[in-house]
């Protein structure tokens, strides 16, 4: 059962343009979301973050929005740029534990 | 240097061949944790844990141990490997094990074939 699901597996956008990925989640008692960005042959490295209790964060060109009676939440990347072609992996977890539950991941490519 | 260092990076053994995969960060988190990343899967959580000596199972327990002996300390170990847990392993750790308000930071990886 897969709780946390991002259905692009990949997404291509011009240089200067947003970048819109999205994630959705089927259990309501998630309260925290993350977004981490992943680069081949590296770690995960976190990105921008957002609690239940807002509907928007943003964080100098990344912006999370989240919609919780749709479940569902979105990164925003203005402009895009080609540094920024990684694979991008939402996360979110309950109730103050440290179980986190992580999508499939969506990679970006910004093309020059 | 705040880094999360796993070993080896590579991998390749046969089946039933007890490994261990070692994981250790140099920030004082009390929060560790072990993914792997499987296509199409994305990245699954197989422990955690919130302290030494306190550990818990993730999604996908079957097959590992995990021990947290030592606060910056924590290895994962297959006692019988199998072709199917041919995967790339990632150990994370994070600041504070009460709250989950806050982001892991991530080994470089361990890429593990089973034959």
């Known amino acids: 059962d897969q709780q946390v699901k991002q259905n692009s597996p990949s997404l291509s956008v011009q240089e200067g343009r947003i970048s819109i990925l999205n994630c959705d989640y089927t259990n309501s008692m998630f309260d925290y979301f993350l977004w981490y960005k992943k680069y081949p042959a590296e770690g995960p490295t976190f990105l921008i973050s957002?609690?239940?209790?807002?509907d928007k964060n943003e964080d100098g060109r990344f912006t999370v929005f989240l919609n919780k009676s749709a479940k569902h939440l979105s990164l925003h990347i203005v402009p895009s740029q080609p540094g920024d072609s990684a694979v991008y992996f939402c996360a979110a977890s309950a109730g103050g534990y440290q179980k986190v539950t992580f999508g499939t991941g969506t990679k970006l490519q910004v093309i020059p | 240097e705040a880094q999360v260092t796993q070993n080896p990076r590579y991998l390749i053994t046969v089946t039933g061949k007890k490994l261990t995969v070692t994981c250790s960060q140099n920030m004082n988190h009390e929060y560790m944790s072990w993914y792997r990343q499987d296509p199409g899967l994305g990245l699954r959580q197989i422990y955690y844990?919130?302290?030494?000596?306190?550990?818990d199972k993730g999604d996908v327990p079957e097959g590992y141990k995990v021990s947290r002996k030592e606060k910056r300390n924590f290895p994962l170990i297959l006692e019988s490997p199998s072709p199917n847990q041919t995967s790339l392993y990632f150990c994370?750790?994070?600041?504070?094990?009460?709250?989950?308000?806050?982001?892991?930071?991530f080994g470089p990886g361990t890429r593990l074939t089973v034959l």
């Open positions: 844990s919130m302290n030494v000596e306190v550990t």
């Open positions: 957002i609690s239940s209790i807002k």
């Open positions: 994370a750790s994070s600041f504070s094990s009460f709250s989950s308000y806050n982001e892991q930071f």
